[in-house]
């Protein structure tokens, strides 16, 4: 069966992959003490050289205007991984990457990280999950290679009260958080789980039609890498503030569910710059 079949039978939710989508460039929460001179702080870059699915002035606006009027100075990455192209930046973000990414890539990332440098990976259902795969697995990240949900909705709460938003730097003065379907991963080496999948949520993978239930795996986890710092998201729409499909309806940061997401990427951007 097909996924776009799947999705039209309600086996599983509508997915933000085939929704029309557009930023909503009218979002801005409120920052009460940013963390850097505005202009001044650490370097962000963001990727754009793996056929992205999400870019700086496309769907991840939002994401890229929340971080400057932080201080952050925001930047695409449009130049291959190299040494030299990654040694500007403090974070280094990619986010659906559509493209794979080459061994060399790889290796650089890896040592980069092991220097001091920190990396953002978001990877949601396939093909997204698919192309960061190798990715991953360098880091001890092994992405199921599926698309989660719950119900036809296809949003997910994390809340601190039911035991799946996990104690943390990063969650403190944070009770739920939102998501948007997307993918689940495990982690094979150290690290410390953020957003943990609890009972009723299932996974479809397409490549044999087959449901499985999730629970116990991550949605979001981060892990000390060498020098480096790394954190790792299963969904992408939870650090963007979108508008979807013809009625242009809020999914992201700017949805109802999700109002304490602007301050979760927060605090992850300033555990990432070790500002926690």
Known sequence: MSF???ILLGLIPFSPLHAQQIADSAFHP???KPAYTM????IVLIDE?????????????PFAELLRRDGYMVKAATDSLTPKSLQIASVFVTVNARKHFKAEEINNLNEWVRSGGSLLLIADHPPFSESA??????FGIQFH???VYKDRTGRLVFRRSEGTLLDHKITQGIDSIATFTGSSFRLSGPGKPLLLFGPEVKA????DSSEVMVQGEFQGAVLEWGYGRVAVFGEAAMFSAQLSGPNRNPMGMNAE???QNPRFLLNLMHWLTRLL
């Open 4 to 6: 776009v079949i799947a």
């Open 30 to 32: 409120p920052i009460e």
């Open 39 to 42: 202009g001044k702080g650490p």
């Open 49 to 61: 050289t793996h056929n992205n699915f999400h870019t700086v002035t496309g769907r991840y606006l």
């Open 133 to 138: 795969a190798e990715l991953g697995q360098t």
């Open 145 to 147: 290679q599926a698309t």
């Open 204 to 207: 479809y993978q397409e490549s």
């Open 257 to 259: 569910i999700a109002k």
